[in-house]
């Protein structure tokens, strides 16, 4: 077997992954091989392999140009589709709690305020916006009414994925403990498996659909925060921006006050 085909092989063995792009895995494999051309040791084929996936998790799938998912699911009205299929997760979102009360919860603003609106799974698939990621740094959450939700085990996430070229909505059908959207970064790869339903362009996600292997897009993060998806869903760019000027003043007087201090 060459290089190629044992990297295939490891890659659907261990991880359920079936990388699209021949040309890319060309690509890499080659890279990787070249870039220990002058070690004494070489490259295993399992080292070759892992390094592999290393890469794959750091690449925008975009760039590969190259589907996974069949044509016809994002538009049809109910398919069955059957994995492995690789996608890259875009955004994701709870949306059984307003964005009202997960914009709450990130700038600690609570208050008896009635929500404003309610947001669905299209919210969260609009072009620009991200996942919400809920901060886990505080320690008191006793206030905080998202934090108090997710607690009672009332969640439903839904997630925008895309395979390079298509772009598919997915909801979580039934309770998935492995999915943590604080731990899923934008570009943070998974693997979609076994007979997937799929409704109005919506995959139905059940514990045993989807696997997360992780990774991220280092040039999706900056422009992919939570709360400039709430900020920009609810209209609060203003206020987003007052408390980030506040924060950052609070940072450098307390980045003067040490240096004098010091002195």
């Known amino acids: 077997m060459t290089n190629y085909e044992n990297v295939k092989e490891f890659l659907l063995r261990k991880y359920s992954v079936k990388i699209p792009s021949e040309s890319w895995l060309q690509q890499c494999v080659d890279f990787i091989v070249e870039s ?10 399992n080292e070759l ?74 919210a969260v698939t609009q072009p620009g916006h991200t996942q919400p990621q809920i901060s886990s740094n505080s320690s008191n959450h006793s206030n905080d009414p998202y934090r108090n ?19 598919i ?28 339903v799929c409704r109005r362009g919506v995959i139905l996600l059940r514990p045993e659909n989807i696997r997360v292997l992780g990774g991220h897009v280092s040039a999706l993060i900056p422009s992919n925060t939570p709360l400039h998806l709430f900020a920009s869903v609810l209209g609060k760019e203003d206020h987003l921006r007052r408390i980030s000027a506040n924060l950052n003043d609070a940072s450098n007087r307390e980045l003067n006050s040490e240096h004098s201090n010091a002195q």
């Open 149 to 167: 939700n997710q607690t009672a085990g009332k969640r439903t996430l839904a997630l925008k994925l895309t395979d390079g070229v298509a772009t």
């Open 49 to 122: 392999a892992e390094e592999v996936m290393a890469q794959l998790l750091e690449f925008d799938l975009c760039e590969m140009e190259t589907p996974s998912l069949p044509p016809h699911v994002v538009t049809c009205m109910k398919a069955v589709i059957k994995g492995p299929i690789l996608c890259q997760v875009q955004a994701v979102a709870d949306v059984s709690v307003s964005f009202y009360r997960q914009y709450q919860s990130l700038t600690k603003t609570y208050s008896r305020d009635s929500e404003v609106g309610s947001e669905d799974v299209n």
């Open 36 to 45: 220990n051309a002058q070690s004494s040791l070489g490259v295993s084929e």
């Open 169 to 196: 909505k997915a909801m979580e059908y039934t309770p998935n403990h492995n999915l943590d959207p604080d731990k899923i970064l934008p570009g943070c790869k998974v693997v979609l498996l076994n007979k997937l």
